[in-house]
């Protein structure tokens, strides 16, 4: 049997196309019906404000000439999870009429192929975010002399298309089925297949799950990257610091260079515990089960993928899938917590919003100004710390 109960879960069922269930047992968990509207709901509501008030922010960053390339992955980023946003109300509704679906084959495609593209376009803008850190931790001069966009531009245009390409089987495919008690489901009901198409399904499942561990091993190996790289800083900046002091300038200035490394090194590694943490809290358990759950409700019955599992494994495996479903969902309200930890630039302008805020100010001249003077005096100093070890170790 084949059930799912999101169309991120099943790329390959397009291709099954609209089918009649016949004696076959539907798998189901009746705790979803309760489960996934009140969640949705909640994501619904603060989704929509978090992530537009993101794209405010993300416009008078630009206005004020900061985060070139970071921004344009942020960007991309928040308007992938406004695309999932968008379809919940249609899944709340879904999962209200106990997974009846009432709004049309197309919407079901729609709905579905919005799911998919959140689904591996956050998995992937996060992972170019990751690169874009790591390069902006160990080469910061040449991070604050430019800003790039021509190649944010690229890495997102291949992100779309790729993520594009791999929704097309949603909107090119029937995706709702009707059984025999007249219930229309979307993306659910396949238990009655052959074991030739059952076999296809899994093998798109798995080269999903394959994908999505690989884009996972990369983003690990890189932020490990960046832990490794701000650890061996450690030599240099105390370099940095000795010589600091034994030329003996103003008090601001040794203090400056001595607290700011730690304050750059503290909030890049909170921004690799945002990353990795939302690919272990929201995407992760969901493909560690997927495979199984995939073999359990798919019910193979010879040949590869064939298993012999009994019911209160199916039925253990199939509750455990929604709760990673609900899991996955989570990461458009927590996408915003990484751009908070991923640039210094971004959290001052919001801890700044918030006080014009207040004074019933937008976004403002001064803020903006403010911005965009700090990123020109940032680049500056980057400029002349990164020149003046050079000229102390000529001189010693």
């Not at 690990?220 to 701000?230: H, K, S």
């Not at 805020?357 to 990123?375: A, N, P």
Request: hydrophobic share 45%; net charge positive; with cysteine.
């Amino acid at each position: 049997m084949l059930v799912t109960t999101q169309p991120v879960d099943m790329t390959g069922t397009p291709h099954l196309g609209s089918t009649a269930v016949d004696n076959s047992t539907f798998l189901d968990s009746e705790f979803r019906y309760v489960l996934f509207p009140v969640v949705y709901g909640i994501i619904f509501i603060v989704g929509v404000f978090a992530n537009i008030y993101v794209l405010f922010v993300l416009r008078c960053l630009r206005e004020a000439k900061a985060m070139g390339e970071i921004r344009i992955y942020m960007t991309n980023l928040t308007i992938a999870d406004l695309l999932f946003v968008s379809a919940l109300p249609f899944w709340i509704g879904y999962y209200s009429r106990n997974g009846t679906w009432v709004y049309g084959d197309f919407m079901c495609r729609l709905t579905g192929s919005f799911f998919f593209i959140n689904t591996y376009g956050t998995i992937l803008f996060l992972g170019a975010i990751s690169v874009n850190r790591y390069w902006a931790v160990t080469r910061p001069l040449d991070a604050a002399s430019s800003d790039h966009r021509r190649r944010g531009i690229i890495v997102c245009v291949v992100i779309w298309v790729f993520t594009l390409s791999l929704a097309v089987p949603y909107l090119a495919y029937p995706g709702t089925n009707t059984d025999s008690n007249n219930v229309t489901r979307c993306f659910e009901g396949y238990q009655n297949e052959t074991n030739f198409e059952k076999k296809k399904v899994a093998v798109t499942h798995f080269l999903i799950i394959g994908m999505f561990f690989l884009v996972f091993f990369l983003v690990v190996v890189c932020n490990f990257l960046i832990a490794r790289a701000l650890l061996s800083q450690n030599v240099p900046q105390s370099e940095f610091q000795s010589s600091t002091i034994k030329h003996r300038k103003s008090k601001r200035t040794m203090s400056s260079s001595t607290t700011r490394p730690r304050g750059v090194k503290r909030r890049a590694l909170q921004m690799l515990l945002a990353v990795v943490g939302v690919f272990v809290l929201c995407f992760l358990p969901h493909h560690v089960v997927q495979g199984f759950w995939t073999l359990a409700v798919l019910q193979i019955t010879e040949g590869w993928g064939h298993v012999n599992w009994d019911e209160n494994t199916r039925q253990m495996l199939n509750d455990i899938h929604q709760v990673t479903l609900v899991l996955m969902g989570l990461n458009c309200i927590l996408d915003p917590m990484v751009y908070y930890f991923a640039t210094r630039k971004f959290r001052r302008f919001i801890m700044a919003h918030l006080k014009k805020l207040v004074k019933g100010e937008g976004c403002s001249h001064t803020v903006t100004s403010q911005l965009s003077m700090d990123s020109r005096n940032h680049s500056q100093r980057l400029q002349s710390e990164h020149q003046q070890p050079r000229d102390d170790r000529f001189k010693d």
